[in-house]
């Protein structure tokens, strides 16, 4: 699914919580990046066309560097390690005059955020939110993510406003937090969410390995899915979206352009199968074509086997690990042809016996460049260049 920054804008806008899915190499974190970059909230509340797309020269190296953010932004990664504490509000030593220390209470990003909503916006970027425990790092946080218990525009209380007590707080204390332009905000003990604040979060879809965010949280995130498409293929590599132009009739690698289209048709062909034997949450982004395009002007053929040999074939090794079988059909493996940069081990007869199963991995040496676009051509059903020797 192709995306422009500008629907992720106005998507934060109208539901505050944005959640981008998808697998690896879909661009997550260079749109989470852009979206920081260029995200402003007008007055009157109207939607705005940025007219900023992913797929654009302009935006052909992911997390590019731009200019400070229109609204102030934090970005932050969560992790197995990472808490409540650290997020919302935790104690930390604080050093005393006469020696010793004490534990002072400290806000996270997400209240150094909600005080800088307190007269404006905030966006809360949060990449991997998955790899976290969001019910212990939110806590009570979760109820005053849903944008209609928070206060409304103006700072006032509606009837479904929900104020919390902030931990390690006496009553009648606050703490103060800097904002980002060096201006001191209080926050009261008791707590009421900004309307200005905004999140973005990213979920990557093939990590299994760990629970996917509780349905509390995820209910409350309007959720974008990025799946890989023919168009963000196309554009990663510098093909124009509406060009259907075939392979060249002889050998189709020729040219930069007929590379070009052969990435292109393999990794159409690969996504196929991967959706089909594992789901969609495990295709391959367009991001992993991203050398074929920046090697425009120079050997895009060997960039586009490099990136078949070192990123693509050691990512299928590991989707397909313990299913040999499905991955040589995938491929249409001739295991005597080592084109494809892989090779399987089998087992001997006593190895069998034991229980031992063949498996396949990064052929060694490597091959030659010619053997592996001969194999790409073939795998992608493309017309291969015809021998010329009597």
Excluded: C
Excluded at 62 to 82: E, K, M, N
Excluded at 213 to 238: E, Q
Excluded at 355 to 378: K, N
């Amino acid at each position: 699914m192709s995306v422009t920054v500008s629907e992720i804008i106005n998507a934060l806008r109208r539901h505050k919580n944005v959640l981008l899915y998808g697998p690896p190499g879909t661009g997550k974190s260079h749109l989470m990046n852009e979206v920081a970059r260029l995200f402003s909230v007008d007055d009157d509340g109207a939607e705005v066309d940025h007219g900023i797309f992913v797929d654009t020269g302009s935006e052909a190296v992911p997390l590019v560097v731009g200019s400070a953010a229109r609204v102030p932004s934090r970005w932050v990664t969560f992790h197995q390690g990472y808490s409540y504490e650290d997020f919302v509000l935790g104690l930390r030593p604080h050093a005393a005059p006469g020696g010793g220390f004490s534990l002072v209470p400290r806000p996270g990003v997400l209240l150094e955020l909600a005080a800088e909503a307190q007269q404006g916006a905030g966006l809360l970027l949060i990449d991997e939110i998955n790899r976290g425990n969001t019910s212990r790092i939110f806590g009570e946080f979760i109820t005053l993510m849903e944008p209609s218990k928070r206060l409304d525009a103006a700072g006032n209380e509606t009837l479904e406003t929900i104020t919390l007590t902030l931990p390690y707080l006496a009553p009648g204390e606050s703490i103060n937090v800097i904002t980002a332009g060096g201006a001191e905000r209080e926050l009261h003990r008791h707590f009421a969410m900004p309307a200005g604040l905004y999140t973005l979060a990213s979920m990557n879809s093939v990590d299994k390995s760990i629970a996917p965010i509780d349905t509390a949280m995820r209910r409350r995130f309007h959720t974008i899915n990025l799946f890989p498409s023919t168009h963000d293929l196309r554009s990663a590599v510098g093909l124009p979206p509406s060009d259907s132009a075939a392979l060249d009739p002889i050998g189709g690698i020729d040219t930069n352009d007929g590379v070009a289209r052969l990435a292109v048709r393999v990794m159409e062909k690969l996504n196929r199968g991967i959706g089909l034997h594992l789901g969609q949450d495990f295709m391959l982004g367009h991001w992993y074509l991203q050398a074929v395009r920046a090697n425009a002007h120079a050997a895009i053929p060997d960039a586009l086997v490099e990136t078949w040999l070192f990123r693509i074939l050691p990512q299928l090794i590991e989707l397909f690990h313990g299913r040999t079988e499905v991955l040589i059909a995938l491929l249409g493996l001739d295991l005597s042809d080592a084109g494809s940069g892989l090779q399987v081990h089998e087992p001997d007869s006593d190895e069998s016996e034991a229980g031992a199963m063949a498996y396949l991995a990064s052929a060694e040496p490597a091959p030659q460049s010619a053997a592996v676009l001969a194999f790409l051509q073939r795998f992608a059903g493309a017309p291969q260049a015809q021998s010329t020797a009597p």
